[in-house]
């Protein structure tokens, strides 16, 4: 089993509509969450961190964490065709010989038509 | 565009064969890491230098090696190559005060191994 489990979609949504992206995880030890996006034939891009549980907004990108359940989800309101690509959760636990280790699920699809 | 370098872009070789990627992080940027892309793994973390120091191990085959040089850029060496190999690198580089999920990725070297 895969410490980070992300659904690899694919997820086609009309544009304007609400996007919810999911990923679980089973490492405890991780106190670091963050969402990459990535679009085609390009590097992933960071789009947002959150340490430990709570809610981070940023514009239209709304992130949760959720220790005690190991679930973290993204949202995106009022989606666009801009925001097609695939998008990454990546997690990271403190200190050690871990420090800067990302460990990523496998990436969601997301497809926005107009 | 992030600022990190990769070369180079595309890289056709044989079974047997040794490569070597190259990469050039952002300016100021210490921290140098290496991943690797497949369809069936996913994004998986390589290994992380530090200011020409090894800081971090995650999955890297013992066929593959890397080191960061004085100047900053990074090398990753991947020798014996196998069909398995073949997958897409990249290369990221986070900024000197610790933010070390703040990853800036470059374009990637495209691996084929015939």
């Known amino acids: 089993q895969k410490e980070v489990e992300q659904d690899p979609g694919p997820l086609s949504v009309p544009e304007g509509a609400i996007v919810s992206l999911n990923c679980t995880y089973s490492?405890?030890?991780?106190?670091?969450f963050m969402w990459y996006r990535q679009y085609s034939r390009k590097g992933p891009e960071l789009l947002m961190y959150?340490?430990?549980?709570g809610n981070k907004e940023d514009g239209r990108f709304t992130a949760q964490v959720d220790k005690s359940s190991k679930y973290i989800s993204l949202f995106i309101r009022d989606s666009q065709p801009s925001d097609s690509a695939t998008y990454l959760c990546?997690?990271?636990?403190?200190?050690?010989?871990?420090?800067?280790?990302?460990?990523f699920g496998q990436g969601t699809i997301l497809t926005v038509h107009p | 565009d992030s600022g990190v370098t990769q070369t180079p872009k595309h890289l056709i070789t044989a079974t047997g064969q040794r490569v070597t990627l190259r990469c050039s992080p952002r300016?100021?940027?210490?921290?140098v890491y290496w991943y690797q892309q497949s369809l069936d793994q996913g994004l998986q973390f390589l290994i992380q230098y530090y200011n020409g120091e090894e800081r971090a191990k995650g999955n890297i085959l013992e066929r593959f090696s890397a080191q960061q040089f004085p100047d900053l850029h990074s090398e990753l060496n991947l020798s014996s190559l196998e069909l398995g190999d073949s997958a897409l690198y990249f290369c990221a580089s986070s900024p000197p005060d610790g933010l070390f999920y703040e990853q800036y990725f470059g374009p990637g070297t495209r691996l084929t191994v015939t």
């Open positions: 959150t340490y430990s549980s």
């Open positions: 990546a997690m990271s636990d403190t200190g050690g010989t871990s420090y800067g280790k990302l460990t």
């Open positions: 490492n405890s030890a991780f106190q670091y």
């Open positions: 300016s100021g940027d210490l921290s």
